[in-house]
């Protein structure tokens, strides 16, 4: 079974400083896994995603993410933050292509300061 | 991009009471569309994936018989929660999936905004 873990609930960092929202994954298989973002009473938006494909992923708004199999982790990063970047982020993994298994993470509140 | 809607945003029932809760695809069709449920400062949980024109499949946990999901058209998915109690309440979150919506995002699910039901 694949799962994932995201080390800090809560976040907080000042406008401009950078970001690092942290994910360790667990699978049994080469997984695929994603962040997504959650603004108050708005849907999930998909941030970026990690296919086999290169270990560096870039997604929107200027966060991107490494995938590091010897380390089992998918760290969020944006060097630096901006207040709309306030909202709920969520690390993802699924072990399927048809992406019928998605395993959310607890979630990860970042808060900017302005 | 494709978008989602979820209808209502928010609902208050008294116990005992069934709510439907619909999610569409506005743009695109979806042959699979996903439920979810969250608790208050919690992640999303699986409860069911509906195909259309099939029965849904649940998770472990799920009672079938209290959450229905109809999803009768390409473009709809229906979940009624039935004779509903206070332990109800949550959001309740759709994603459809395309089959094709340019390979960038195949296979990707798009979320809805989601549905607040409380239960009273």
């Known amino acids: 079974a694949q799962s994932v873990t995201q080390l800090d609930s809560h976040v907080s960092v000042s406008e401009g400083t950078p970001v690092l929202l942290r994910c360790n994954y667990s699978?049994?298989?080469?997984?695929?896994l994603f962040w997504y973002v959650q603004h108050p009473n708005k849907g999930l938006q998909l941030l970026l995603k990690?296919?086999?494909?290169?270990?560096l992923v870039k997604g929107i708004n200027g966060f991107e993410a490494e995938f590091k199999k010897s380390e089992t982790s998918f760290h969020l990063t944006k060097p630096s933050a901006h207040m709309s970047d306030a909202a709920e982020y969520f690390c993802?993994?699924?072990?399927?292509?048809?992406?019928?298994?998605?395993?959310f993470g607890a979630g990860t509140r970042l808060t900017v300061k302005p | 991009g494709a978008v989602v809607s979820q209808h209502p945003s928010w609902v208050i029932c008294k116990s005992g009471t069934s709510v439907k809760i619909e999610c569409r695809s506005l743009?695109?069709?979806?042959?699979?569309m996903f439920w979810y449920r969250q608790f208050p400062k919690q992640s999303l949980m699986l409860m069911a994936t509906?195909?259309?024109?099939?029965?849904?499949?649940?998770e472990q946990g799920v009672e079938k018989d209290k959450f229905l999901i109809n999803h009768a058209s390409l473009t709809l998915s229906t979940l009624t929660v039935t004779s509903a109690h206070p332990e109800d309440s949550s959001f309740y979150i759709c994603?459809?999936?395309?089959?094709?919506?340019?390979?960038?995002?195949?296979?990707?699910?798009?979320f809805g905004p989601g549905t607040r039901l409380t239960v009273l």
């Open positions: 994603s459809a999936r395309t089959t094709y919506f340019g390979l960038r995002n195949y296979n990707e699910q798009f």
């Open positions: 699978s049994s298989y080469s997984p695929s």
């Open positions: 990690y296919t086999s494909a290169a270990t």
């Open positions: 993802v993994v699924t072990r399927t292509l048809r992406n019928n298994d998605m395993r």
């Open positions: 743009d695109f069709q979806a042959t699979t």
């Open positions: 509906s195909n259309e024109g099939s029965k849904a499949t649940y």
